[in-house]
């Protein structure tokens, strides 16, 4: 089945404390990309990626790290979490290359407390 | 400036009528594709239907319709004979064909009443 898989669904943590986001899609998507969403403010992207070594800052990258090691996988870190993370997190994917036609596909999504 | 603008926050509907959601946008490309999505209770994002620039009809997926009104840089969605499941959160989405970004709006809460 085609997916994009993030782990974990729900995370509790404290601040400062490193944690990892997994994400993987098994569409061979080329673009993924993070959001955040938070009441009000509608989904808010935080970095994206168009190509395996590739990545650039969304709207909001403030506090988050990714990588792009492989095309598969995009994982999201945050080094010293704060409580104004605390959020609901996705992860998508979608084909490159000028296909504006293409839509994203999403994640179950992470939602984050952090103490 | 906002690329993607939902100006209703919340909408009420009743059973079995029929609901806009509305959803402008701005953009100076000339290709682009509109997207909507539906988030429930439960938080999943549901890609819903596709408009893109070039389109000369609208968009159709079952109950699910676009009002694609190029000029006036609006792609409102239709949802026909309200269902209690259509209750959710509604997205609208744009996406540059020369930036290939996607940008979100904020939202529309649609609640559906028996």
């Known amino acids: 089945e085609a997916q994009v898989t993030q782990n974990p669904r729900y995370l509790i943590t404290v601040t400062g404390k490193k944690l990892t986001v997994t994400c993987s899609q098994n569409?061979?998507?080329?673009?993924m990309s993070w959001y955040r969403q938070d009441p009000g403010l509608g989904l808010r992207q935080i970095y994206y990626s168009m190509n395996v070594e590739v990545t650039d800052k969304g709207d909001v990258p403030e506090g988050y790290k990714v990588s792009r090691k492989e095309k598969r996988n995009f994982p999201l870190i945050l080094e010293s979490p704060s409580p104004n993370q605390t959020s609901l997190y996705f992860c998508?994917?979608?084909?490159?290359?000028?296909?504006?036609?293409?839509?994203?596909?999403f994640g179950n999504g992470t939602r984050l407390t952090v103490t | 400036a906002q690329k993607i603008t939902q100006t209703q926050p919340g909408m009420f509907v009743q059973e079995k009528e029929a609901v806009t959601l509305d959803c402008t946008y701005d953009?100076?490309?000339?290709?682009?594709?509109l997207f909507w999505y539906k988030q429930p209770s439960s938080g999943e994002m549901i890609f819903l239907i596709y408009?893109?620039?070039?389109?000369?009809q609208n968009a159709t997926e079952g109950r699910y319709s676009l009002n694609f009104q190029k000029a006036r840089k609006s792609a409102n969605l239709v949802i026909s004979a309200s269902q209690l499941g259509d209750s959710a959160m509604y997205f609208c989405?744009?996406?540059?064909?020369?930036?290939?970004?996607?940008?979100f709006g904020t939202g529309t809460s649609l609640t559906v009443i028996p």
């Open positions: 408009q893109g620039s070039y389109d000369q």
């Open positions: 989405a744009m996406r540059e064909g020369w930036s290939n970004q996607f940008y």
């Open positions: 953009t100076s490309d000339p290709s682009y594709g």
């Open positions: 569409m061979n998507h080329e673009y």
């Open positions: 998508a994917s979608t084909v490159q290359g000028g296909a504006y036609n293409s839509p994203l596909h």
